[in-house]
């Protein structure tokens, strides 16, 4: 992980109930459907997939009330494709009358492998609890158990502890009520003759839908939360697809509504069962605030929702600048964790000047629509600070950005200083060129957050043939592996990489994943 937990137990929010009101307004209707297992599978060796483990079918499931299980059995349910719902299943026994309760696990999975690692052998840093797992005791049978805990699977493992030697238990009708906001009726599709990016946006696209719940989530599995990096892009990616403009509205809302007494804004908030703010904070976070908020009035311009949450965007800004020195140059301070990726291989201060740039010129924008009378003042600090990248850390003959005192060279300066449009397009395209020749194959990096800031730096530098290259070589690699939705982790040199120190706590359907479906529709119109 490469940022460390944060314990701020004595800082201060301040909650303001109109706006928590008005984020309300925007809560979502969350459209629910029935589905069924398809298959009863087992788990396999195959080199092509995940930790070379994989699925062959072995029935129908619509035969699973054929099958009597006792003591130590255990089936496998394939439900066919990634699903997030509230799961059931009927049970009954046959055999003498049941003079023993059944006892029985249920284990669900997003991917094979999971299932072939033992919770009880977990030791991971992450909590155990996001483990996906159930033991349930059943007096009495028939019964219809309905789980009232929401799961992220595709697959189900049922594990029969025990019954007695007098009867066996019988499974049937095993079902998942899915739900999400997304509406797939407005859902706009994207056609190419390209097959291989046709999936990689339909796998994009099944993300971004698991993940639309009562707000955007950053994971179904876990954690569960809004975060607001996740949410910058997970909003991008909705706009080119379902649209859903008020969810994005009902997340700037809870976000705004619970600032800290110092203005910051958490990077995550807590929804379920009430609104907390989390204690965590992130400089670049903080100020993806002013992008968030400056993307949706682009796409959909709203006056009610710019005079409400401007004055709180400006205050990330106006926070932020005690970071920023005379020259022009940003501070970094490891109390206000500057994230750019998990990775702490490569030095951010760079990353950190240009998203300062980048989320600088798009309030500057916002304080143009609210005609804000600080803009000349604005445009004066983006001056000293392009001023000063363009100076002191642009090298001119090797043609990319250096970062921290050791003049580090790493793609995600590159990548960000394009972003933020700190030089001319000629000079953008000369470095990303340079960085193709330089700095890839990417390594260090196991993200599709940072992944997806390289295609689109490449796609902005006017290298598109690249940029579908990576896209291939990244996203389509996760499906390769057997992704039904894109993972919140994936290295494409070390495929079973985990940052919790095992798989069985990954999440494999992750939002800030869903890209594609943004970077495709965007650059290949």
């Known amino acids: 992980m490469g940022f460390q937990f944060q314990i701020n137990s004595d800082v201060v929010f301040n909650h303001n109930k109109n706006l928590l009101e008005k984020a309300d307004r925007f809560r979502p209707i969350l459209y629910k459907k029935q589905s069924i297992a398809q298959d009863i599978v087992e788990i396999v060796s195959d080199d092509s997939k995940l930790e070379g483990v994989g699925v062959k079918k072995i029935n129908d499931a619509k035969y699973l009330s054929d099958i009597k299980m006792t003591r130590d059995n255990r089936i496998i349910l394939d439900f066919g494709q990634h699903y997030v719902g509230k799961f059931s299943i009927h049970i009954d026994h046959v055999g003498s009358p049941m003079d023993a309760p059944l006892y029985f696990k249920l284990k669900f999975s997003e991917m094979p492998n999971e299932l072939a690692h033992s919770s009880e052998q977990y030791d991971g840093w992450l909590s155990k609890s996001w483990i996906q797992e159930e033991a349930v005791h059943l007096d009495k049978l028939p019964a219809t158990l309905e789980l009232p805990r929401r799961y992220s ?115 995550n908030v807590f929804t379920d069962p009430n609104y907390i703010p989390d204690d965590t904070f992130m400089y670049d976070y903080s100020l993806f605030f002013i992008s968030i908020l400056d993307d949706l009035e682009k796409h959909e311009f709203n006056q009610e929702l710019l005079d409400d949450l401007y004055p709180i965007a400006k205050k990330q800004w106006t926070y932020i600048t005690q970071f920023i020195d005379e020259q022009g140059k940003v501070i970094t301070d490891d109390n206000y964790t500057v994230f750019v990726d998990w990775s702490n291989k490569f030095n951010k201060e760079t990353s950190a000047q240009a998203i300062t740039i980048y989320t600088l010129k798009q309030l500057i924008h916002l304080a143009k629509l609210v005609k804000d009378k600080d803009i000349i003042n604005l445009e004066h600090i983006l001056y000293k600070l392009e001023d000063y990248t363009k100076n002191n850390l642009y090298d001119f003959e090797q043609h990319l950005f250096v970062s921290g005192q050791e003049k580090e060279v790493n793609i995600s300066s590159q990548v960000w200083m394009v972003l933020a449009h700190v030089m001319d397009d000629e000079t953008n395209l000369v470095i990303m060129k340079q960085a193709l020749q330089k700095l890839f194959p990417i390594t260090g990096i196991a993200t599709p957050y940072m992944y997806h800031h390289i295609v689109q730096s490449l796609f902005e530098a006017g290298l598109s043939k690249e940029a579908v290259q990576l896209m291939k070589d990244y996203w389509g690699k996760m499906i390769s592996l057997g992704a039904d939705t894109y993972w919140e982790a994936f290295d494409p040199n070390i495929p079973d990489y985990s940052p919790y120190g095992s798989p069985i706590v990954n999440s494999y359907c992750h939002a800030w994943s869903c890209t594609p479906v943004y970077l495709l529709k965007k650059y290949l119109k």
Not at 234 to 243: G, K, V
């Open 153 to 267: 699977f595709r697959y189900v493992e049922i594990q029969v502890i025990d019954t007695s030697p007098k009867w066996h238990a019988v499974f049937s009708n095993p079902t998942v009520i899915t739900q999400s906001s997304a509406d797939t009726a407005n859902a706009e599709k994207w056609e190419s003759n390209d097959a291989e990016l046709l999936d990689i946006y339909d796998v994009g696209l099944a993300t971004l839908f698991d993940c639309m719940q009562d707000v955007f989530e950053d994971g179904p599995k876990r954690d569960r939360r809004l975060w607001l990096g996740d949410l910058r892009l997970q909003a991008l990616a909705n706009y080119e697809t379902f649209n859903n403009t008020d969810l994005v509205k009902r997340c700037l809302y809870l976000f705004g509504s619970m600032a800290a007494e110092d203005g910051r804004i958490s990077a």
